[in-house]
């Protein structure tokens, strides 16, 4: 960032050597807390995580050691919880669509399509559960069986 800024190489070197030194900058630190942050607060997967760490020109050693701070039991319980939350909101739309659409939330938030298919039909058995407990169904067709989804990964 500095070349760009167009600061001389050895001035930046001998700036950002101080700031180590004085401990201002831990690109181990400052991927811990990004990782943290944007689990928590923004629902992402750890792939995206990943991919926003490196844009910033963390090293891939330490990008690694900070993702793997999310375990996958977390991270599967976060995307279930997106997806119920997401799904909660399309009930007026047909199964496949709401599918379609929960899916593609997920992969955008850097989920895997293993944890992605596990969320998307654990939040539309819930809802057809809810629905059949309202008394509205399903038809008796099968078509909103979260059962009969696939996707891709799994």
């Excluded at 201002?24 to 807390?33: G, K, P, W």
């Excluded at 090293?59 to 799904?87: C, K, M, N, W, Y």
Aim: hydrophobic share 35%; glycine share 10%; proline share 3%.
């Amino acid at each position: 960032m500095l070349a760009r800024k167009e600061v001389p190489e050895d001035v930046a070197e001998a700036v950002l050597e101080r700031f180590t030194e004085l401990g201002l900058v831990d690109d181990a630190a400052y991927a811990e807390a990004f990782t943290r942050s944007r689990h928590e607060y923004k629902g992402l997967g750890s792939r995206a995580i990943a991919f926003e760490l490196r844009r910033r020109s963390v090293p891939d050693e330490v990008v690694r050691e900070a993702v793997s701070a999310i375990d996958s039991e977390q991270e599967e319980r976060t995307a279930f919880r997106l997806a119920g939350e997401r799904q909660a909101r399309m009930n007026g739309l047909p199964r496949d669509v709401q599918a379609r659409r929960l899916a593609g939330f997920l992969a955008r938030k850097g989920y895997g399509g293993d944890i992605v298919g596990r969320a998307v039909r654990e939040a539309l058995a819930n809802a057809q559960s809810r629905a059949e407990e309202e008394g509205e169904g399903c038809g008796g067709d099968g078509s909103c069986d979260p059962d009969n989804l696939a996707f891709p990964g799994e």
